[in-house]
């Protein structure tokens, strides 16, 4: 089956002996399991028998989400946890079990996935090591000094919107026995499947293009083979588990997850050009510029005509007051901190997602302080670009 039927289909309707059968997969909030016969529930405790037993190891709900997100990316199965943050926590642990305990981590990556790794795994006795991913060299050179335990990066980089050769990186992580942890959030499963590239595992954060609402947060890893079981022992132990309720809303989401992107994707394009050319914009950051320093890749890894739906840009001679002017003159399009659902959304790097790196450490980065990042949404392209234009003058 294709993407969006899958997204349709994949993880509901469970047949059962009474005949009747709910279309959607209900909300079961439980938080423990009976069985007829105790011989069953010891099955099921030794994963002898599948089957429920508390809360905390999931529910029919979490199955359910857990098929469809397992389906759209490829894996030998897939875990739902409480947040995208708790999902990447719980790849990265899960990689290193029985690892040497050095993670190699792309420079510039989502600003709470580096908090994490600088003020959560360092602490803990992890060694961190950072290179820039754009670098295949530099990538390789870190891998053979380093010999890390996991490596970490994203298919489409926050906010700069590079696209790293994740086939190559792959390769080389396979060629070191690293497994390579792919936050697949900005490309979605649409775009790009990690794990068919040979990633270990690809994570997810729900509450953005999957759930796609702005109501619901979760986070899914989803992993191959030799990886899925001792995640989910680790889940079980720790309960980063996503509860039912929130299954259900990223389950809905996901739905008509393809159907969104498709035209995401379209406005995106065609915002990106209208900014491409616009006198008060200096420069657009978006994958179908001809001149991206990683058009080769793009060209690779992504579907033609297909280039997400983030698009970066610097508003020309814009300090911060600059920006907090074009994003209060905002009617439509919303100055909110997340991205990927159907409302267009603004979000200001330096303030929001970068805020806790220092200036000096942004700006070596390049995230400047004129730098915005755009999601683009559902709404007609001519509204977006309209209120773009009127913010821009203001
Ligand atoms: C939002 C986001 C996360 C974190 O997800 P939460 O659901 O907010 O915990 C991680 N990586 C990327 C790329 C994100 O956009």
Redesign the pocket.
């Known amino acids: 089956m294709k993407l969006n039927s899958r997204a349709v289909h994949s993880g509901d309707r469970k047949r059962s002996a009474s005949g009747w059968t709910p279309v959607t997969t209900p909300i079961h909030l439980a938080s423990s399991y009976i069985y007829n016969d105790m011989e069953d529930l010891d099955k099921v405790f030794a994963r002898e028998m599948p089957g429920q037993v508390y809360g905390r190891y999931g529910t029919p709900t979490s199955d359910a989400l857990e098929e469809v997100v397992n389906e759209l990316e490829g894996g030998a199965g897939a875990l739902a946890c409480s947040?995208?943050?708790?999902?990447?926590h719980m790849a990265i642990n899960t990689a290193l079990i029985d690892r040497r305990r050095v993670v190699l981590a792309g420079k510039l990556?989502?600003g709470?996935?580096l908090g994490m790794l600088m003020k959560v795994f360092e602490p803990a006795g992890v060694e961190v090591v950072f290179a820039d991913f754009d670098d295949e060299n530099e990538v390789a050179a870190a891998i053979a000094e380093h010999r890390p335990g996991a490596i970490v990066m994203?298919t489409i980089v926050?906010p700069l919107l590079r696209v790293p050769a994740l086939d190559r990186i792959a390769k080389m992580a396979n060629e070191a026995k690293a497994p390579l942890i792919v936050?697949n959030?900005?490309a979605t499963p649409m775009l790009m499947r990690p794990l068919q590239h040979g990633a270990a595992m690809s994570?997810h954060?729900?509450?953005?293009y999957l759930s796609g609402h702005g109501d619901v947060?979760?986070?899914a890893v989803v992993a191959d083979a030799e990886h899925i079981e001792p995640l989910r022992n680790l889940s079980r132990t720790l309960g980063f588990t996503l509860g039912p309720f929130e299954c259900y809303l990223a389950m809905r989401g996901i739905k008509t997850f393809p159907l969104r992107m498709e035209r995401q994707c379209a406005n995106a394009c065609r915002v990106a050009s209208w900014l491409a050319t616009h006198p008060a914009v200096d420069r657009i950051y978006f994958p179908a510029d001809p001149k991206h320093p990683d058009a080769d890749n793009i060209k690779r890894l992504l579907p033609a005509g297909i280039y997400g739906a983030m698009v970066s840009f610097e508003v020309k001679g814009a300090d911060r007051a600059g920006i907090f002017r074009l994003m209060n003159a905002l009617q439509m399009v919303v100055p909110a901190t997340?991205?990927?659902d159907v409302h267009t959304m603004m979000l200001y790097p330096a303030m929001a997602?970068h805020r806790e790196l220092s200036p000096k450490h942004r700006e070596r980065l390049g995230i400047r302080d004129n730098l915005v990042r755009l999601s683009v949404g559902i709404e007609a392209a001519e509204d977006i670009i309209a209120d773009l234009d009127r913010a821009l003058k203001a």
């Open positions: 947040s995208g943050m708790a999902a990447l990556l989502y709470a996935t994203e926050n936050d959030t900005f994570v954060s729900l509450t953005k947060l979760g986070g997340s991205l990927g997602s």
